[in-house]
């Protein structure tokens, strides 16, 4: 149940300090020590026809992004065994573009089906807009969890992307949760939107009984339109995390790009403020931190929350 407009306002008003203990208790509450590790593969890269502000792999812009077809199935597989030694339970391929065009759909297809075979993680995908018959196709492949953020709120969202709609992702989403899949859906916080926008995204969320959600914070680029953007204080983000916590109390809160540059001292107060996921390995085109550190960490919050 979404809380009321009144209950937002009310946990707007408080302190960073009381907010991140209000969400941590509710954290704990609802989901207990519970913290899952992700992974994701870069499967196909660059070209892409969306406009993005904050891509690289836009092919609008400029950037010195890799640009290569599907890989192969042997070194996604091999990606997948990784994941799973590094203590990942779910691993996505992303592929970019609007969505899998031409023979693609059958060659992703029995790649799932292969890591399912041969891999014991949880398979996802992040193949952009996709039908339904597409969902249902990767579902009986072996697919549970399709993944496509929001990216920021309905309101804030055509200052972000023109080639699309907002109402697009609403409806890929919607097929996804039809085809019998488990969705993952989020977005990213620091392109210029406000506090407003970020509880508007979650709302959004809440409506859609999103069960997991990735949290990026915004790596400005070089060559995207949001390069020069200025990186958000530290305060706000942990109160981005806790407010996300408090109307998505049931919810994975998943920290994706950004939580290393972005936090840096601060990476463990996010699971002070009720974040209790991690992406691991790298961020498509940004690497992140080694999956021993990541481990490392993982047991030091277990033993915060205990």
Same mark, same amino acid.
């Not at 707007?12 to 009381?18: K, Q, V, W, Y």
């Not at 406009?51 to 070194?75: I, M, W």
């Not at 992303?94 to 399912?116: C, D, F, H």
């Not at 981005?240 to 920290?255: E, G, M, N, Q, S």
């Given at each position: /149940? ?42 196909? %890269? ?40 590094? #203590? ?13 065009? #031409? ?16 891999? !014991? ?12 018959? !597409? ?6 492949? #072996? ?23 907002? #109402? ?31 509880? %508007? ?59 290393? %540059? ?15 996921? /991690? /992406? ?27």
């Amino acid at each position: /149940m979404k809380p009321s407009p009144a209950q937002i306002e009310s946990w707007r008003a408080l302190p960073c300090r009381e907010l991140m203990a209000r969400a941590l208790e509710t954290k704990l509450a609802r989901r207990g020590q519970r913290l899952s590790l992700c992974a994701i593969i870069n499967a196909k %890269s660059g070209q892409c026809s969306e406009d993005c502000r904050f891509c690289t792999q836009s092919a609008h812009f400029k950037t010195d992004t890799p640009v290569y077809p599907l890989k192969s199935a042997a070194e996604i597989i091999a990606a997948a065994r990784q994941a799973r030694e590094d #203590g990942a339970s779910h691993f996505s391929l992303v592929t970019s573009g609007r969505g899998i065009t #031409g023979g693609l759909l059958p060659e992703v297809a029995e790649i799932i089906a292969a890591i399912k075979d041969q891999v !014991d993680i949880g398979v996802c995908a992040s193949l952009g807009i996709a039908t339904l018959p !597409d969902l249902q196709t990767l579902k009986q492949a #072996g697919l549970s969890r399709y993944h496509h953020n929001l990216e920021t709120s309905r309101e804030f969202f055509p200052q972000i992307v023109t080639t699309h709609s907002f #109402g697009e992702r609403l409806a890929t989403i919607e097929a996804a949760k039809e085809a019998g899949l488990e969705v993952c859906a989020g977005g990213i916080i620091g392109l210029g939107e406000s506090e407003t926008d970020r509880i %508007s995204m979650a709302l959004t969320l809440a409506e859609l009984e999103i069960k997991s959600v990735p949290i990026n914070i915004l790596i400005p680029l070089p060559g995207t339109p949001l390069a020069d953007s200025k990186p958000l204080a530290t305060p706000e983000i942990l109160r981005t995390i806790a407010l996300l916590r408090l109307i998505l109390p049931d919810a994975a809160l998943r920290l994706a790009a950004g939580r290393e %540059s972005a936090l840096h001292d601060f990476l463990s107060s996010a699971f002070l403020a009720g974040a209790d996921g /991690m /992406m691991i390995g790298g961020y498509l085109t940004q690497r992140g931190r080694s999956a021993a550190a990541d481990r490392q960490f993982v047991q030091a919050i277990r033993e915060i929350w205990r």
